[in-house]
Nanobody, 126 residues
């Protein structure tokens, strides 16, 4: 069974940090790309970052560059999103998603992914 499970969300003050985890099961980890997306109330789902675990290539939205990092632990089939210098506008439900690895192309920040987790709430207070 294909499954993505996020964890690590919570309430944090502005300027603080959180680390989100996404555990992927039922996949061959080297064959997929993992993306992180977020959706705030009344807004469209937004791509935040993605990684291809096979080669470690990453992609970030301009809104989080320099503040967020993404990494993978291939032995644990887990992708981490380390979020620092958090702002109230980062408040959203964060989802991880999986799609077939795009090969030589950068992973995508558009919500075209085939598989999605249930989401984890991140709330940043001012």
């Amino acid at each position: 069974e294909v499954q993505l499970v996020e964890s690590g969300g919570g309430l944090v003050q502005a300027g603080g940090s959180l680390r989100l985890s996404c555990v992927a099961s039922g996949f061959t980890f080297d064959d997929i790309a993992i993306g992180w997306f977020r959706q705030a109330p009344g807004k469209e789902r937004e791509g935040v970052s993605c990684i291809s675990p096979s080669d470690g290539s990453t992609h970030f939205a301009d809104s989080v560059k320099g503040r967020f990092t993404i990494s993978s632990d291939n032995a644990k089939n887990t992708v981490y999103l380390q979020m620092s210098s958090l702002k109230p506008e980062d408040t959203a439900v964060y989802y991880c998603a999986a799609e077939p690895d795009p090969g030589l192309m950068l992973c995508a920040l558009t919500p075209q992914y085939d598989y999605w987790g249930q989401g984890t709430q991140v709330t940043v207070s001012s």
